[in-house]
């Protein structure tokens, strides 16, 4: 009669006996009563210091949830990458000037300042003498002042071609003995000839630009009513002053070249009067002036907003 050694089984005694083999229940495992005391009878001693059946969360170990996760390590299609070609979408704001040493090479790149600025070409810009935007270089007008009249309403274009605080009208004069009458102003109008700035009444000191008794003239201005922050584009400098000209007391005001009688003020394409005049004036800035309307005038003054 053979035994299980012989033929090199395992004795049937041996199973579920200490030093032989374990047995597997209807489920397929090794009963717990038949695993080693060691290892807790087949349950987690604990874990973290939880015991029983033990579920971890993310805090109990010290780790991010999914969603702390997502926001601390985005992924590369949602995060703005070191390196590479993206196509970033949405407004960003930068707490500081973003910096680059290359120049640009398409219509839609961003350009750094020194390469905008070795653009002027060595020409005075406006902001080299501290303003927004001029009807052209004061260097180019004719040296002898030209009175505005006292009445009309006198027109000249500004162009501005980035957005700017304005604060100030400005203009040039050669002479100015001070005078000005009731019923004097100035006002700002965009280029649908509305208006959105103006002087207060330029008769009064707190209007009225300062007198000129010095040699070469000087800049004079009259502040607005209130600071109009102006976006790009075309404006019109419009002003009415009222004064004695019997005895001159109106400014002498630069201007470009003005010996015809009606002087070029329309160029190229675009139908902007560069500029012009209202020979019927009004005792106060109106809320509008209609552009088509406006008359050639003889004389091109200088303007400028600041």
Partial sequence: MLAAADVGAIPSTAVGAAGGVAQLDASGKVPAAQLPESSGGGAVASVNGYTGIVNLTAADVGALTQAAADARYPLTTAAVLLAGTQTISGTKTFSSVPSSTAAPTADNHLARKSYVDALGGGEWLPSDHGLAGWAFDPA???????????????VTAVILRVPATLTRIVWFATGYAGGLLTGSWAAIYNSSGSRVAATGDMSTAAYEPAEVHTAGGATITSPLTAAYSAPAGVYYVAWRLQ????????????????????????????????????STGAAT???????ASMENGANRYWAALA
């Fill in 243 to 278: 004064y004695n000209t019997t005895t001159g007391d109106g400014p002498l005001l630069l201007a470009a070249e003005s010996g015809a009688g009606a002087p070029p003020n329309v160029f190229g394409y675009t139908a902007v009067r560069r500029f012009g005049v209202y």
């Fill in 140 to 154: 180019l007008g004719q040296s002898t002042g030209l009175y505005p009249g006292s009445g009309p309403i006198r």
């Fill in 285 to 291: 800035a109106p809320a509008s002036i209609t552009l």
